[in-house]
């Protein structure tokens, strides 16, 4: 079983960034595809970004692309994401994921198995 928990969500104005990071639990964790996920107030869950095991593929909505960095620190079990200029639809809850499925990278949320409790991210304008 593996664990995850998000944190670094918060308000933030129009423009600015957060940090989100997501730190897992066991040992299995470079065995993982990483993704991350947002759902906005009314809207399904879309996919944001994903991250290989190995962190050498990446890939990224086209709505988050060039504002968004996705990595991660196998030696500490961590997931990031580093988002800049954020807007107001970037408001949602971000949960990050983990899929052996997902090895090389996914973008679809039925390969990952295991799921964060998510952390809130509000962009006011």
């Known amino acids: 079983q593996v664990q995850l928990v998000e944190s670094g969500g918060g308000l933030v104005q129009a423009g600015g960034s957060l940090r989100l990071s997501c730190a897992t639990s066991?040992?299995?964790?470079?065995?993982?595809?990483m993704g991350w996920f947002r759902q906005a107030p009314g809207k399904e869950r879309e996919f944001v970004a994903t991250i290989s095991w190995s962190g050498s593929i990446t890939a990224y909505a086209d709505s988050v692309k060039g504002r968004f960095t996705i990595s991660r620190d196998n030696a500490k079990n961590t997931v990031y994401l580093q988002m800049n200029s954020l807007k107001p639809d970037d408001t949602a809850v971000y949960y990050c994921a983990a899929g052996a499925r997902a090895y090389y990278s996914s973008s679809g949320p039925q390969r990952y198995d295991y799921w964060g409790q998510g952390t809130q991210v509000t962009v006011s304008s």
């Open positions: 066991g040992r299995t964790f470079s065995s993982y595809g």
